[in-house]
Nanobody, 123 residues
Framework: QVQLEESGGGLVQAGGSLRLSCAVS????????VGWFRQGPGKEREIVAG????????YYADSVKGRFTVSRDIAKNTVYLQMNSLKPEDTAVYYC????????????????WGQGTQVTVSS
């Protein structure tokens, strides 16, 4: 069984930065694609970024390209989402999820999910 736990959310002013962490337990990251998703108030859950099993392949939604960076630490079995130049529209609950696919899955069809962490960006 794979378990994921997000941390690092909080309240930040527009233009600020946050780094989210997704600690994965139960299986090594070499076995899973990990995606970062968010769900804003009244909105559907959407993918923000993803990183493949090798840690080399990454994906970013157009809305965050150039501002967000996904990375991982194999020794800690943890995936990170560095978020810079935050905007009020980035306000959402952020989730990480794991999928045993080979390539990055950009839909919400992931097998394992964390509980989410709130990110609020004030204007």
């Amino acid at each position: 069984q794979v378990q994921l736990e997000e941390s690092g959310g909080g309240l930040v002013q527009a233009g600020g930065s946050l780094r989210l962490s997704c600690a994965v337990s139960g299986r090594t990251l070499f076995n899973y694609v990990v995606g970062w998703f968010r769900q804003g108030p009244g909105k559907e859950r959407e993918i923000v970024a993803g990183i493949d099993r090798s840690g080399v392949g990454t994906y970013y939604a157009d809305s965050v390209k150039g501002r967000f960076t996904v990375s991982r630490d194999i020794a800690k079995n943890t995936v990170y989402l560095q978020m810079n130049s935050l905007k009020p529209e980035d306000t959402a609950v952020y989730y990480c999820a794991a999928h045993p696919a080979i390539g990055i899955v950009t839909t919400t069809n992931y097998q394992y999910w964390g509980q989410g962490t709130q990110v609020t960006v004030s204007s």
